[in-house]
């Protein structure tokens, strides 16, 4: 389903919500699995969590957590690395243990990175899978970094960025020359094993690439596409965005 609202600003306090509503159903000690998601778009919905936990006591105790990807190589500090942005946007301000925190090691030697992968994996399957993953979408369909040629059932894995990501990204590395040429991303099958999916898209400059996601083909092409295919899956749009439905 598609829920479009008046602004990101309320979408995102919307997606917030659900998100302390998932933490808040668990009983005494009981974890909630989530996977996050970096880039502009959950930017809001961090610091609306922030802000639960800093007015309404929302307690991140017993949150684990999954990121979706991280640019490879990368340094965890390294001012362009998710570990950096998750920090500020989200860690940083709230209770989480720093045990209980999954980024995608972007310093690992290639030799171990399929073990890794693998192992990544295993993890939230062993805790039960992720209650939710929160996504952004990006303009080549990308969904944590899947470009597109990936596999419906791929797994956690290293990546080779498309020129358009990569432009995209030029910004926060000074150029895109600086911008790596891989990723670890999570897969479009570990993505698909949530138990709740929120893809979440802001102003016109992605109404095209949602069109394409919610209307067009199921295709490899744009991977965002086979999240079509599940049922558990909700488009939460501001208006700018849903402007091509
Ligand atoms: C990056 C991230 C994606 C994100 C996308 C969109 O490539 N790896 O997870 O969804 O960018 O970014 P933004 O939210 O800044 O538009």
Known sequence: PVTVFPTANSASISVARRIADIIKSKSDGEKTVLGLATGATPVKVYAELVRLHREEGLSFKNVITFNLDEYYPMKPLAAQSYVAFMKENLFDHVDIEWKNINIPDGTLDADYLQAYCY???????????????????????????????????????????????????????????????????????????????????????????IKKAVEGEISSDVPATYLQLSDNVEFILDEGAASSL
């Open 119 to 209: 192992e990544y994996e295993q993890k939230i399957t062993r805790l039960g899978g992720l209650d939710l993953q929160i996504l952004g979408i990006g303009r080549t369909g990308h969904i944590g970094f899947n470009e597109p040629g990936s596999a419906p059932n791929s797994g956690t894995r290293l990546v080779t960025l498309d020129d358009l990501t990569r432009r995209d990204a030029s910004h926060d590395f000074g150029g895109k020359e600086n911008v790596p040429v891989k990723a670890i991303t999570m897969g479009i099958g570990t993505i698909f094993k949530a138990k709740e999916i929120i893809l979440m898209a802001w102003s016109q400059k992605k109404a095209s690439i």
